[in-house]
């Protein structure tokens, strides 16, 4: 009740400052023009909204790309084989050793069986990632394992028999030519 009476106070007070007047016969048509005119003038264009859209999804993008990053062939071998990096590390390391090695004895008569060597070991090497991919892909673990171990172990034989072969070429050799001297 005692906001009635508030509410009757307010227009007592307010009384005779009220606009009762009626519009003007053109009000009509003046509030029409300005209606049209407003539709008639072009927007103009925001592009900022659609900067801050890009902007977002450009960051989002990034995040992604950063939180999910695929693996690589060797962190996921690792995950599933962590005795596969070790074992990758002392043979591969042991090999580009024996290969350079191997390459120092380069001269006219041994350049094609070296050649025909680095030509297996590539072969060799083609057939570890092989491996590597059945691993990956969830093949027999033990079995791949297995594989990758005697293909390390075949690409070192290889190399040694190779070495075998280029001394005894150069021994021939050395014979040869002791004996051509003389």
């Not at 009757?8 to 007070?13: G, Q, W, Y």
């Not at 049209?36 to 659609?50: E, G, L, M, Y």
């Amino acid at each position: 009740m005692k906001n009635n009476t508030d509410i009757d106070n307010l227009f007592k007070e307010l009384k005779g400052s009220f606009d009762t007047q009626e519009p003007s016969t053109t009000h009509t048509a003046n509030f029409i023009e300005k209606l049209n005119a407003t539709k008639k003038t072009p927007k103009k264009f925001s592009w900022k909204p659609f900067a801050i859209a890009a902007s977002i999804a450009f960051l989002c993008a990034i995040g992604f790309t950063l939180f999910y990053q695929k693996q690589t062939t060797n962190e996921q071998i690792a995950e599933i084989a962590p005795e596969v990096n070790e074992t990758k590390f002392y043979f591969a390391s042991l090999i580009n050793t024996q290969v350079n090695e191997l390459k120092k004895e380069t001269s006219p008569s041994t350049k094609k069986i070296i050649d025909d060597t680095l030509i297996q070991l590539n072969k060799l090497e083609s057939d570890y990632k092989k491996l590597e991919k059945n691993l990956l892909n969830g093949g027999n673990t033990k079995l791949i394992l297995s594989a990758i171990i005697t293909n390390y172990q075949t690409r070192i034989d290889l190399i040694k028999d190779v070495m075998a072969q280029i001394d005894t070429i150069k021994n021939l050799k050395k014979y040869n030519d002791e004996n051509s001297t003389l």
